[in-house]
């Protein structure tokens, strides 16, 4: 099963994040207010700050 490829090839890489458990139990939290697995609202997130970490990156490359 695990060498079997994946129909979705787009969330392939994986990662290992380690958490408090003041944040574990607000990741939870989340998820289950959002209706969602802790791993998708995780990813979700990460893309979410990642984006707009690099589009406030490139607005003060272009003020400067």
Known sequence: MADE???NQKNVNQIKVLLDEEFEELLNCAAQIHGTKKAVLAREVLK???LDLVGKS???DRAA
Do not use: A, E, T, V
Request: cysteine-free; proline content about 11%; aromatic content about 12%.
């Open 58 to 60: 490139i607005r003060d």
């Open 48 to 50: 979410s700050w990642l």
């Open 5 to 7: 490829p994946r129909k």
